[in-house]
């Protein structure tokens, strides 16, 4: 993409009403933009590097046999009758509005009552389980606090996958399964050393639940990390008596952290209010046995952006980056360099890489402080310099480090793993 024409600016300064880091530095950067207190639209950069975050979840999910669908927002209120959990004083996060024909409906805050109920067409017989069944879908909550830029907001996308099994052994090896599948996919985000699997209280069945809880200085929960075990307790539920049935040892770390996923076993919590059941093979009718796996992609994308961020702004883990180049040129008009430049953009551009390519008239200065601020993993710099050179100069966002190379030996390093 050239710059020229991504129309969106960079600023010096974040709305003076943004308190978090991650929303001041994305919209600094041109990624976001604030609506409102916990409404947040995405802009270009920022819509690419959520659907990096939103590809390494869907490749994870469909590995371990999850199938997407997508769910609508709206629900009606007879199905969370059901479940008791359209009543206000049971859920308090609901957005509710009024039809003109009469009536009321609810914007999804989670979909467990609407799919299960879907599911009752599909799922009759043992043959037909598991089922895996997933979607990225935006939910609506009314949070009171919205304070925390993109990880806590009123509308926000979430993927939610959703576990139907025969049983609960067979409920277990699927619960490992994805937490397996979580793992994989906060380590493909840059966040593996830092993100660790939390016991968390109880979903509907078991005692526990899990989190995954990034450490972050920013984040609103507290755990206790036993390193020696590579596993933490979330404060909520940490207690001696919690301590000895884990027998995790003594030695625990207090850290502030982000919950970036979290994963529930639900047994029949909604399968047997909404009906949902199958022939086992001894012909008894036996409801299914349900979990459900959250994580939110923009939650994530703001831990890395806080994460990895610097005093010069945003630095990109490569697999969540906007572009996997910042191609700037320093031509001040010279045709030469100009010309050398725009090749170079399309011969990345036709090896498959994503580049960003600063045409724009202005400024060396001003061009490097927005590509610090952005924080794209490679800057490669076209200028005289680099044409007395015979190479290209090439910097690392993240270590600063600086090297000439030639365009094939580009091309072979980022075309490695396409
Ligand atoms: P929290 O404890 O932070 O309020 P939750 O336990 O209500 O979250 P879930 O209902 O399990 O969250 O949602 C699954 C995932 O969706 C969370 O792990 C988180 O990554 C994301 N998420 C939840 N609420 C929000 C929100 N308001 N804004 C952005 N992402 C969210
Ligand atoms: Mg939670």
Known sequence: MRQSQLFTKTRREAPKDEVSRNAQLLIRAGYIHKEMAGVYDFLPLGL??????????????????GIELNLSTLQSPELWQKTDRWDEKKVDSWFKTRLQSGGELGLGFTHEEPLTALMREHITSWRD??????????KFRNEVRAKSGLMRTREFLMKDLYS?????????????????????????????????????????????????????????????ISKENNIAINKEVFTEDVKKKLNLGENFIEEKAIEVGNIFTLGNRFSEPLGLAYTDEQGNNVPVFMGSYGIGPARLMATVAETFADGKGLVWPEDVAPFRVH????????????????????????????????????????????????????????????LAEGNFECIERATGHTAYKSLPELIGQLTARL
């Open 48 to 65: 690419r590097t959520l659907n990096k975050v939103i590809q390494i979840i869907r490749e994870e999910m469909n590995a371990i046999g």
């Open 327 to 386: 191609l700037v040129e320093l031509s001040g008009g010279e045709a030469e360099i100009k010309k050398e430049a725009d090749e170079l953009y399309r011969n990345l551009t036709d090896a498959g890489v994503e580049v960003l390519y600063d045409d724009r008239d202005l400024r060396a200065g001003e061009k490097f402080v927005d590509s610090d601020l952005i924080g794209i993993p490679m800057r490669i710099i076209v200028s005289q310099k680099s």
């Open 164 to 224: 139907f099994c025969k049983n609960e052994a067979e409920h277990i090896a699927c619960y490992d399964r994805v937490s397996d599948a979580y793992v994989r996919i906060f380590e493909r985000a840059g966040l593996g050393n830092k993100t660790y699997k939390t016991f968390a209280s109880g979903g509907s069945f078991s005692q526990f639940s899990h989190e995954f809880q990034t450490v972050c200085k920013s984040g609103e929960d507290t755990i206790y």
């Open 129 to 138: 389980l598991p089922v895996y069944a997933y979607q990225f879908q935006t």
